[in-house]
Structure formats: C-alpha cells, structure tokens
C-alpha cells in the first residue's frame, strides 16, 4: 500500500468516512510506517484543535432582532412583488379563458348549423289585391252595384281630367312653344291656320 | 416514539410550512429560516471571520431563499438548500472581496485563541496553544476557498461528506480529495508549531 494513499485514507477516517475493510488496512499499514504514524499524529492534533474552537457568543436578543428585521424584510419584498398565488387564484384566467373559447365554438355552431331562413316578406300585388276586392263585393249584389257606380263616376272625372290637362297643358304651358324649332313652328301655324279655315268653311255652310 | 416517526413528522411539518411560504406566508418562511439561520450564520461567520458580513450574507441568502421558492422542488431539505444559498453568496462575496484587495477588517472577538483561553494547563502550555490556535486560524483562513468551505462545513460544522456535497453542489469524492488536500496544506503550515508537540 503506497503511503499517498494511506494518507487519503487517514483523512477519510478522521471524517468518519472510511470503510471497516480499509480501516483494517491501514491500521497494519500504520504498525509499520513510522512516516504515516507521524502525519497520522499531526492530523489529529489539528482535528483536536478545530473541534475545540468554541461557537462565538452573540448577543441574548440577537437572533430575535435577527428574526424580526428578516420578517420586516420579508414583508416590504413581498408588497413589491406577486409571489406564487394559490391553485384557485393562479387559474382563475385559465378558466375565464376556456369559458370564452367555448362560448365562441357554441356560438359559431349555432350560427353555421342552426341558420334560420329569412321571414318571407309577402306583398300583394296590385292585380291581386283587386281580384281580393272584386270577389269580396261580388258576393254582394247591391254592393257590386254600387261599386260599379263608383267605378263608371271615377272614370267620367278621369276624362274630363284628362281632356282639361290636354288643353291647358298644350296651351298653358308657357314653356312649350320653347322646345320647338322654326321650321317646326311654322308647320304648326300652317296647319292650325288650315283647321280654323276648315272650321270657318264648315260654319258657314 | 421512534427516532424515524420524529423525522417523518419534521418532515411533513416542514413541507407545510414550505407550501404556506411558497404562497407568501412570511410566519412560515420565518419559522423554515429560525430553524437554519443559526448554523448557517456560523459557517458564514467561519468563513468570513466578520460578525457584520456574516449576518448580512445570512440575512441576504434567506430573501433569496424567500424570492425563488417557487424554484425549490424539494429534492433536498430546505435547510440544505438554503445553505447552499448561502454558500454560494458567501464564495462570492470573498471572491469579489479578493479582487478588490484584503478586507480590512477582521472581527478580533470571534478569534479562536480568545475562545480556547483558558483551557492549557500551563502557562507555558497556555501560550503554545494560544501560539498554534492563531497559526491555526491564519492557516485554515489561506486555504483556497473552496478547500476552506469544505473544511468549515466537515470540520466546524460536523457535516458528513455527503452532506457537504449536496451544499457545495460537488461531489462526496471531491469533498473527500478537498480534506485531504486541505489538511495535507494545513499540516506542511503548521509543521514548525507541531514538531514536538
């Protein structure tokens, strides 16, 4: 056994590290080397005098001073800074989050899958709504009789309407004369002339 | 009751107390650091040899601790963890310390020849140990840092190489080798101060 190792060994078992087999080993290795007995020695002395070393003494409220400037401490950090939150708190947005995601995906089905067809707007037409009102009063004589009436003096006041429009608009109308050219003026006279002629000429016969 | 059933019950009591805290129960995190502030305080303080630094890196570690709980997933005890924290903070801070130049102040009344005063027999006695205490404490605090944190926490703190492992984020076989190297370098230190002894 080199005395390197020895040693090593001599440190380890100082330590309370070394094993029983090589405990054994070096002590008969020690009966026989006067060196490693000497540095054995040595070793042990210095253990001896580092273990006497006594704890220094500190102060009787020391380490309450200590605590209560720790806990100061502590509280000033925290009030600065968010610490780990509990289970509840730390997924309470985890949780808003999956809530919103699945009321989207809900919402989205419904408007894909669930669509409703627009309300048909029905609209009578014209035509229809007077067959409506023809048959109605058909199913009642004095009414479809007087209906007609109604209908027969609707249309003298349309002619007689229309025959006033006729006569005050060609005349009337102060613009008219306007839109028409020279020529086609001159054509109008002629042929106005030619009528009060004829009617002059039929008068008189 | 049994030694296991105590462990377990510290145990469920200390993930209670860890979910309160992860929820920003200051009471709980303060009950979780009451438990660990103290050995912690004293690694720090073995290392830094400064009562001020040591408490403010303990203080520090605990409001990192407090800050990134929601990142501990418990594979290893709170306290480990929190003074794994701290370790790394304490590293840190003398190794930005080294580049800045010495500290200068050193804590006289943590020194370890003041705390053994008394024990020698002799006076003669008494002033060779206060001598080889001193050299002791020059030699332990000259270690290479991570050398001086794996003695702190096996040698001050009675840690087992596994646990020392698990807070210096290494492996038990490098801690092994650390205390080894570290002990061979205090021994050829002291050697002038040992031979006779």
Redesign the interface.
Known sequence: MKCRTI??WL??R????LSERKIKALDAHLERCPSCRS?AA??E???D????????EVGPFY?EK??S???A???S??QG?R????FVKRWRWAGAGAALTLLIVVGLYFLLFFEKPAPAVYVFSYEESLDQIYQEIGRDPELENMFNLVVLASIGESLEESEWQDSAGFQGSPLLWENFSEEELKLIESEIKKEEKIEEESNES | MSNSMKGSMANRREDHLVRLA???D??A??EL??CC??RIF?SV?ALTKN?QDA?DL??EA??QA??S??TFKQRSSFNTWVYRIAVNLTLNFLKKGKKDGPRQVLDE??S?AE??EG?SPSPEGHSLKRE??RK?QEA?NSLPLPYKAS?VL???QGM??NQAARVLGCS?NTV??R??KA??M??AR??PY?EG?
């Open positions: 040693e090593k440190s380890d100082i330590d309370g590290e540095y040595t070793l002395i210095i253990q005098e580092a273990r006497s070393v006594q704890k220094p380490w200590f605590t400037k720790l806990k401490d502590l509280s950090q925290k800074k610490l780990e939150r509990p | 992860k929820r920003g200051v009471e995190f303060a650091a009451r502030q103290e004293y303080l009562h408490s303990t203080q605990l409001m407090f800050k709980l929601k009344s943590f370890w705390a053994n024990i080889l205490s002791l332990v003695f096996v040698v001050f087992s190489h038990e092994s080798w205390m080894h002990r061979k205090l021994q002291l050697r040992l002894r």
